[in-house]
């Protein structure tokens, strides 16, 4: 059974977390590590331990200087370079960055992702197996973007990285590069975080309530406990259906307007029941993300995108940004339907060590941050050099 087919009741267990990282193993090649101790949440649940999955691209310096931390968007992976290959349809989200003489330059940096906890893709979530042996489903505990970072600094310190050279990440990849930052300064010399906000505004709690409530109606959830059902069974419409609310504000609406304008889909006629070929487009998106991702990683994730606010308990957001140490680079989007201008303004006004907010100008909208890789790779030169 494949992970593609796994996906539509729920992700593959990832495989026991045996072998330690071993510098030099070839490059975007999935690993695990394993964190066996009580990992307390700052909700106030725990978790028995949890998995990461992780790759890499170049080597660790001698003086561990070297080391940057790529973030994931909301339904990326630990799969930031590479060709497709097994859960991964399509190639690495910035391989046009990374490799040898490109802005992330792999003869230069060692480059480290992860897949986040709560996700579906190697790492601890819903879909895995808790401690009595049967998937976590409605029992796994609520995460935060705090919860998501602590995990990840457990792998930088078994990794041996003491201080990432920088972070960088884009939409909640953005999110959790401020944590970082926020959390612990002395660990972090440099940011990037392109499209995304130090707490998630209403609007956008609102279209995430939306997403779960849209998977959560959906009769295969089965109050999330649907892991043990055969492939294809499970709340896979429901999912398809946050997938196409959310993929609305990810693209531009100058972009979808001038992309399909009222078109039908080739072949079909609305009048007579057929699709516009902008529903087509969706109905793409929507099939792609559920063979894919689980359901329960997704509200999970959803739930933790819309707690963030990098504010809380440190005294408020500007308190938040004022202290973080790190040189900055914020970049907002030209179309950007999930995040204003004033948001990126906010960032740089409060980041110390932010000289102002970049323009990357993409008819992508929100997405831009994965597709103008032309004017990122230039941001991502100076940031490093």
Same mark, same amino acid.
């Given at each position: ?5 796994t ?6 267990? !990832?495989?026991?977390?045996?072998g ?7 490059? /975007? ?9 009580? $990992? ?22 001698? @003086?561990?200087?070297n080391?940057?931390?790529l @973030? *994931?968007? $909301? ?8 060709? !497709? ?5 399509? #190639? ?17 940096? $060692? ?12 790492s ?10 049967? +998937?976590? /489903? ?15 600094? *457990? ?13 960088? /990440? /884009? ?11 926020? =959390? ?6 440099a940011i990037m975080v %392109?499209g995304?906000?130090a707490?998630? #505004? ?6 995430g ?6 998977? =959560? ?12 059902l055969? +492939?294809?069974?499970? #709340?896979? &419409?429901?999912l ?18 001038? &992309? $399909?304008? &009222?078109? #039908?889909?080739?072949?079909?006629? !609305? ?12 109905? *793409?998106?929507?099939d ?7 359901a329960?990683?997704?509200?999970? %994730?959803?739930?933790? &995108? ?16 004022a ?7 914020v ?11 004033? =948001?990126?303004d ?31 790779? !230039? %941001? ?6």
């Amino acid at each position: 059974m494949t992970i593609e087919q796994t996906a539509l009741r729920g992700a593959a267990d !990832p495989p026991p977390a045996t072998g330690a990282w071993r510098e030099g193993d070839p490059p /975007g090649r999935r690993q695990w590590f394993s964190h066996p101790d009580t $990992f307390e949440l700052e909700g106030g649940g725990a978790l028995p331990g949890f998995v990461l999955a992780f790759e890499t691209w170049g080597r660790l310096n001698a @003086e561990r200087t070297n080391a940057v931390l790529l @973030e *994931h968007a $909301f339904t990326g992976d630990s799969h930031a370079a590479g060709a !497709p290959g097994p859960g991964h349809p399509s #190639p690495g989200w910035w391989t046009a960055l990374i490799g040898p003489g490109l802005p992330l330059d792999t003869d230069r940096y $060692f480059l480290v992702a992860a897949n986040a906890l709560g996700g579906c893709q190697g790492s601890t979530g819903p879909s895995s197996l808790a401690p009595d042996g049967t +998937p976590w /489903g409605s029992r796994f505990p609520v995460l935060t973007l705090r919860d998501l970072v602590a995990a990840e600094s *457990h792998l930088a310190t078994w990794l041996g990285i003491p201080r990432w050279r920088a972070v960088i /990440g /884009g939409s909640m990849g953005g999110n959790r590069t401020l944590e970082w930052a926020a =959390t612990w300064p002395e660990r972090v010399a440099a940011i990037m975080v %392109l499209g995304c906000a130090a707490a998630t #505004p209403a609007e956008h709690i609102a279209l995430g309530s939306a997403q779960i409530h849209a998977i =959560t109606a959906d009769p295969g959830w089965f109050g999330g406990d649907y892991h043990h059902l055969p +492939p294809g069974a499970g #709340p896979h &419409r429901g999912l398809g259906t946050a997938r196409r609310i959310a993929h609305l504000a990810y693209r531009s609406e100058t972009e979808i307007d001038q &992309r $399909f304008g &009222r078109d #039908p889909q080739a072949g079909e006629d !609305p009048l007579q029941g057929g699709r516009f070929a902008v529903e087509s487009y969706f109905d *793409h998106h929507a099939d792609k993300l559920v063979r894919r991702f689980d359901a329960g990683s997704y509200v999970t %994730l959803t739930r933790v &995108r819309n707690s963030h606010d990098l504010g809380r308990g440190r005294g408020g957001v500007e308190a938040a940004l004022a202290g973080i140490a790190a040189e900055a680079v914020v970049a907002r989007l030209s179309g950007d339907r999930m995040y204003r201008p004033s =948001t990126l303004d906010q960032l740089a006004t409060g980041i110390p060590g932010c000289a102002g907010v970049s323009e990357i100008v993409s008819p992508h909208g929100h997405d831009g941050f994965l597709t103008a890789t032309d004017q990122i790779g !230039p %941001l991502m030169r100076s940031l490093l050099e």
